[in-house]
């Protein structure tokens, strides 16, 4: 919709254009007084204006909090994507929701990468069972992606998910997940700005992995860059915002660790890294761990037989979330995955 | 007898008054008895526009004799300001120790922001409050509706339903207990649905659309007169990315914060709106960083109550920052299943204590 489709006297809209007011934005952006000084228009005019380009901007329609809850034509409901076990699930109350950045935090080898990667198996899984229906891009800015390790994966996964629990075979997970490597800050731009939009357009990806926020925006900045840095996550995070709304799906990012130097010794000894700047933009802070105890779980390969293997415990702690209460739910990462504990 | 009141004083537009200007009208004896005829065909404007300014200018005889008088802008007295806002009832939030410091609650028209670091409880004092305003006046509410501007996408529904129905049943173990049937009628009125239907919200995805939506919320607010909340969650979400001129940030900053004083005045409803923190280089005791609210100093002024809310190890409280009439003091709160709540300590007495140092700057930055 532009200026000239407004519905007001075509008398504002003339003084409008040889003022060359082109955008709704221009519009709103100036005060009363300075459109009245542009364009020569009068008070009233100008309010008459104002207000018919607010009720013409595109936005959402204004719905009860009863709508949101029971669903209507205008709302478009909350998706939770399910972690691949139940446990977990309940703690998460259903699983990732579609709404906002999710990070998981954590030291490095606490199971992040794991998690995510059981993440773009479960959104293939159609929605009753907890999944999206689609595939999803995991975008690495540190390791090689992992591939043998997703194979692994989804060799347990097919079998788990196998008729007559599914309507039928899941074929070609792999398939499904689209890799972008990318190694700094203007190639993470343009896999955001230009590819990623593509294959969500096509309808082919449910989800979206960062793997990690933290290796770009940590390397690339000198130490007087903050504010440079500080105002790149927030472009970058305000677009992975705009996707996740646009498409309905949820966007993951994982985040390194670093040292909590307030030398509080019942507080966390590590804090997430990126500082205030980059929490700011998160919904959802889930924070991986390990911990020093070790449990035995009986498990079936797949070439037959059982075995006894010991896993180390881990803990997925909820930091905050508008609709978690904070806890924390153990869990081990094992050659099927990632499975919690009770 | 006093000089006549100069036209550039009132509220015309900067191209009209020039026009007045350069036609010779300085005051506002020179536009006595002139027909909008006379003034349209000496200014050259149309004939709706000189009304316009006569309008303006003038204030219609009530007696209806013709004559005219000067306008004059309607004066109160401090005694009847006093006596308006003694009379006006305050939104509690469910923890008593915060409205203590905020006076009993959070005040109709007024402007409160609730600054804090991600996590701290901002969204979930917003959601607390728009159930609150709702409450039937026999149990201390004011029987009201909100409405919630979300831009950052945490008003999650299920959440709003664990708040509001341990408000349904706080109001109903009240009804047990009064046993009067007007009480025990209000009781069976006020459930879960009425609650979830008196919430009216809207979501804005970036920085045009929330200047849309605050554009059209008078003539919302006209429709819809029950509404005695207004809700920002949170104001410094897009303002905080892709803004290369300050200046203009700051211009629609402050425009915004005119449009809320005005809609908290004219309508004497609340406005609530969250802010997010951001760290001051230096300046603190070790010469470290602090947090401070975010937006800059002259967002500072927009709000008239201020409150800070922040983690002391891992325990929530709430620092009134700024405040006309109440002295900065801490208090804490809990974030529990049904909502905001006190914090009740076993062995000390925890009251409302004033601080000397603000603590909120001892904070390190996360």
């Not at chain 1, 909090?65 to 446990?87: F, N, Q």
């Not at chain 2, 050259?44 to 204030?59: D, H």
């Not at chain 2, 007295?77 to 120790?97: C, D, G, W, Y």
């Not at chain 2, 849309?212 to 303002?239: C, G, M, Q, R, Y």
Request: hydrophobic fraction near 40%; proline fraction near 5%.
């Amino acid at each position: 919709m532009s200026i000239s489709d407004l519905d007001i006297h075509p008398r504002i809209i003339g003084s409008l254009q040889k003022a060359r007011f082109q955008s709704f934005e221009a519009i709103l952006s100036l005060s009363s007084a300075d459109i009245e000084r542009a364009t020569g228009l009068s008070t009233g005019d100008v309010s008459i204006l104002k207000q018919a380009v607010a009720e013409s901007v595109p936005k959402p329609p204004v719905v009860t909090a009863l709508e949101l809850l029971k669903g209507s034509d205008s709302v478009v409901p909350i998706r939770k994507l399910s972690t691949g076990c139940p446990i977990i699930d309940k703690h998460l109350k259903g699983g990732i929701l579609s709404r906002g950045i999710t990070e998981i935090s954590g030291e490095s080898a606490s199971g992040k990468t794991q998690l995510c990667l059981q993440l773009c198996l479960t959104v293939q899984l159609p929605l009753e069972h907890g999944g999206l229906g689609g595939g999803a891009v995991y975008v690495c800015t540190e390791d090689v992606f992992p591939n043998k390790r997703l194979h692994q994966v989804i060799q347990h996964f097919t079998r788990k998910w196998s008729p007559p629990r599914l309507q039928q075979d899941l074929t070609n997970l792999g398939d499904n997940i689209f890799v972008e490597h990318v190694a700094e800050h203007e190639s993470l731009m343009f896999c955001v700005h230009k590819k990623i939009p593509i294959l969500l357009a096509k309808g082919m990806v449910k989800l979206v992995v960062i793997d990690s926020v933290a290796a770009l925006f940590r390397c690339e900045y000198g130490q007087g860059e903050t504010v440079k840095r500080a105002k790149h996550m927030a472009s970058f995070a305000a677009h992975l915002h705009k996707l996740g709304h646009q498409y309905n799906i949820p966007i993951v990012c994982v985040n390194q660790v670093s040292a909590n130097l307030s030398s509080n010794s019942s507080q966390n000894p590590v804090l997430p890294a990126l500082g205030l700047s980059w929490s700011n933009q998160i919904m959802c802070r889930l924070m991986l761990r390990r911990t020093r105890q070790k449990v035995v779980l009986p498990v079936q390969p797949v070439h037959g037989g059982r075995e006894n293997i010991e896993c180390a415990v881990r803990m997925l702690e909820v930091m905050f979330a508008p609709h978690l209460p904070p806890g924390a739910c153990a869990f081990v990462v094992d050659h099927q995955g990632v499975s919690g504990l009770e | 007898m006093p000089a006549p009141r100069s036209l550039g004083t009132f509220p015309i537009s900067p191209a009209m008054k020039a026009k007045l200007t350069s036609a010779g009208f300085l005051t506002v004896s020179d536009l006595q008895d002139l027909k909008p005829s006379e003034l349209s065909k000496e200014l050259g404007v149309s004939a709706e526009a000189a009304l316009e300014v006569i309008k303006t200018v003038f204030q219609e005889d009530p007696g209806g004799s013709g004559s005219r008088r000067s306008s004059t802008m309607k004066s109160v007295t401090a005694l009847e300001m006093l006596q308006v806002e003694r009379s006006l009832p305050n939104i509690f939030t469910f923890s008593e120790k915060l409205d203590d410091i905020l006076g009993g609650g959070v005040p109709l028209a007024k402007i409160t922001e609730f600054c804090g670091a991600p996590g701290i409880g901002k969204t979930q004092v917003c959601m607390q409050l728009g159930i609150d305003v709702q409450i039937p006046e026999c149990f201390g509410g004011l029987d009201g509706e909100t409405v919630y501007v979300d831009t950052e996408g945490s008003f999650i529904v299920e959440r709003l339903v664990d708040i509001a129905s341990a408000t349904v049943e706080h109001c109903n173990n009240i009804a047990q207990m009064d046993g009067s049937d007007d009480v025990k009628e209000a009781a069976s009125n006020f459930s879960l649905e009425k609650l979830l239907s008196g919430i009216h919200y809207f979501r804005c995805h970036d920085y045009i659309e929330l200047l849309s939506t605050v554009h059209i919320l008078p003539k919302f607010l006209s429709e819809n007169k029950k509404v005695k909340l207004v809700i920002v969650d949170s104001i410094a979400f897009h303002f905080r990315h892709d803004f290369d001129d300050m200046s203009l940030r700051t211009r629609l900053l402050t425009s915004m914060a005119q449009s809320f004083i005005r809609l908290a005045t004219e309508h004497k409803l609340a406005v609530v709106l969250t802010n997010q923190m951001t760290t001051k280089m230096g300046g603190g005791a070790a010469g470290g960083s602090h947090l401070i609210p975010a937006l800059g100093e002259s967002w500072g002024h927009a709000s008239t109550i201020r409150v800070v809310l922040y983690w002391e190890g891992n325990n929530r409280y709430a620092l009134l920052y700024k405040s006309p009439s109440k002295k900065e003091a801490v208090v804490p709160f809990q974030i529990t299943m049904g909502g905001i709540r006190d914090v009740h300590s076993e062995g000390t007495t925890q009251s409302v204590h004033e601080t000397g140092e603000n603590p909120s700057k001892r904070q390190r930055v996360s």
